[in-house]
């Protein structure tokens, strides 16, 4: 189980959004736009191309993660264990100093795997608070929240819906800025460039 989890951190600790931009002649994305290396922050500072390119990945990198695990082990709560893994790694990837992005593309792809019925409305509820409010952070946490009672409620094992909670715990920490600049409303709207 150990190496399990070490593999599934050191996958979600690829920083995707951080090789991606230098494609796109960005050097370093901890500098430009809010310095978060996540999918919304790519958006703002090089398109929605490479934003659409960095969620893809790093919804990989969190499906990857718990299948590989499905495979290599025997035991239930493996799979969910590494999707939480995956999502630490790339919150905190220890090659970058433990600053990472936010989780929740991770989080949707090692989730989308674990508890398919639960991501469904879970995403649509992203979508839908997006696009009445385009606000990409709230979205994110309000999924992030409905997500546990989301797969309790649809008969997820016990391991995913603890994995889930403590998904949703680490998404809305790294949140706490957002949540901030909501209250004052100076929260950068999607489609703002950096």
Known sequence: MAAIILAAYLIGSIPFALILVR?????DLRQAGSGNLGAANVMRVTGVTAGAAVAALDMAKGAASVWIAGHLSRQPAAAAVAG?????GHVYPVWLRFRGGKGVATACGAFAV?????????????????WLTKYVSLG???ASLALPPLAYALGSPDSVVAAATAAAAIIIFRHRSNLVRLRAHTERRLGSRA
């Not at 939480?84 to 630490?88: E, N, P, Y």
């Open 23 to 27: 494609r796109w002649g960005v050097t």
């Open 84 to 88: 939480l893994a995956a999502i630490v």
């Open 140 to 142: 994110s946490m309000l």
């Open 114 to 130: 674990l508890a398919p019925a639960a991501v469904t409305p879970a995403l649509a509820l992203f979508v839908g608070v997006v």
